[in-house]
């Protein structure tokens, strides 16, 4: 599908403000002091306070060391680090101190660069403030003279931001897979999308996030895909976790971001997503007094 290479939206001039004000209280960072923590001298995580000094009350896997959270010496190698963690989260989550249980195993490292030092069960990433990867999909339609955006609505049994909307796809990425196969994967769970169809999406650059959340800091990269679909395509979700799709014209998209009541709220890591779009799309006017800010907020992320 062929995408469009410039739109331009009127955007009713109450929007762009309240779109402002709510991404920088949504995306806020961090106003607390955190404990970090480090692992062969490298920072691999961050945790509020009381978190540290929990994690720390498990002395056979780890301690602090002054202002610092660390493993314990017996815990030397990528094994004994990742039991460890195993054994520390499922303690965590039986107190429900974590979201519900996944099952599933992220990297632990100080950046992409670094090499994994271990790995952590997903429910327990935000407690430990780790950094996590995802990959988000914005589903794009070329109709007459304009474009729209396709939305999802999570479910209400999902463990964070039950029930709010979504970009049509979006997953984190587990330890031992790649952006590709997660984005294939997740394509076709959420919204029905074909393998041969999704490999079509184009890489559009990462956003980054670090804020503190209910369960703990989100501090996370996000993999920016576009993905023009055919007109006729209706999303059909697979494995549970969306529960509507919607197709939502451009030019009322703004006002979707910017508004924070009622039940059609887009999540905070779907909002930056779709902001970003809007801005390559050139939807938003460059001289619009907040355009700088609007552009500073995903640029930074970048």
Request: with cysteine; aromatic share 6%; hydrophobic share 50%.
């Amino acid at each position: 599908m062929r995408a469009i290479a410039t739109i331009h939206l009127v955007i009713e001039e109450r929007i762009l403000p309240a779109l402002c004000a709510r991404l920088a209280a949504a995306l806020a960072p961090p106003g607390v002091a955190l404990v970090p923590f480090d692992v062969d001298g490298m920072r691999v995580g961050e945790l509020t306070v009381e978190r540290a000094h929990r994690a720390a009350a498990f002395r056979d896997g780890l301690a602090l060391d002054g202002d610092r959270l660390g493993f314990a010496d017996a815990c030397a190698t990528f094994e004994a680090r990742s039991s460890a963690l195993a054994r520390i989260a499922r303690a965590l989550a039986a107190e429900g101190a974590l979201t519900a249980w996944r099952d599933e195993r992220y990297d632990v490292r100080a950046s992409d660069a670094h090499p994994v030092v271990c790995v952590l069960e997903r429910a327990a990433a935000r407690y430990f403030g780790i950094r996590t990867r995802a990959v988000h999909v914005n589903g794009l339609v070329e109709t007459a003279g304009d474009a729209a955006m396709w939305i999802a609505r999570r479910s209400p049994s999902k463990a964070i931001d039950a029930g709010l909307l979504d970009n049509l796809v979006g997953g984190g990425i587990a330890s031992g897979t790649g952006i590709v196969e997660t984005l294939v994967k997740e394509a076709w769970e959420e919204a029905g999308i074909d393998a041969s169809v999704a490999r079509t999406a184009r890489a559009a650059g990462a956003l980054h996030i670090r804020r503190l959340q209910p369960d703990g800091l989100q501090h996370e990269t996000i993999l920016v895909h576009d993905l023009w679909l055919p007109r006729d395509f209706v999303p059909a979700n697979r494995d549970g976790e969306a529960v509507e799709h919607r197709l939502w014209p451009l030019p009322a998209l703004p006002a979707l971001l910017a508004n924070d009541t009622g039940a059609d709220v887009l999540t905070a890591d779907a909002s930056l997503v779709a902001l970003d779009a809007l801005i390559r799309l050139g939807a938003i006017d460059a001289d619009d007094p907040f355009y700088p800010w609007l552009a500073a907020l995903c640029g930074a992320g970048r």
